[in-house]
Nanobody, 120 residues
Framework: QVQLVESGGGLVQPGSSLRLSCAAS????????MGWYRQAPGKQRELVAT???????DYADSVKGRFTISRDNAKNTVSLQMDSLKPEDTAVYSC??????????????WGQGTQVTVSS
């Protein structure tokens, strides 16, 4: 089992930056693909970015060039650097840990989320 705790959310103006952090505990962090998801009011939860243990990344088109996901396997943390924030980035951002074993058994864990509000 993996426990995830997010931090770093807040209220910022458009064009500003925030850095979200997620601390993981309870399992072997390096075995998991880590990701950030977000859910805005009235919308479905959507993928923001993912990163594998080896550093391969994937981003939603809406955040490419503005957001950067990174991880530190030694510290069991994953971060999301968010630059040039837009009002449409307003959402609850959640950290995700996912692992698929060789037998195809999936493990999927979520943090409680941190609120990001972009408003002038």
């Amino acid at each position: 089992q993996v426990q995830l705790v997010e931090s770093g959310g807040g209220l910022v103006q458009p064009g500003s930056s925030l850095r979200l952090s997620c601390a993981a505990s309870g399992s072997i962090f390096s075995l998991y693909v880590m990701g950030w998801y977000r859910q805005a009011p009235g919308k479905q939860r959507e993928l923001v970015a993912t990163i594998t243990s080896g550093g391969n990344t994937d981003y939603a088109d809406s955040v490419k060039g503005r957001f950067t996901i990174s991880r530190d396997n030694a510290k069991n943390t994953v971060s999301l650097q968010m630059d040039s924030l837009k009002p449409e980035d307003t959402a609850v951002y959640s950290c995700n840990a996912k692992r698929v074993t060789a037998s195809a058994t999936a493990y999927n864990y979520w943090g409680q989320g941190t609120q990001v509000t972009v408003s002038s």
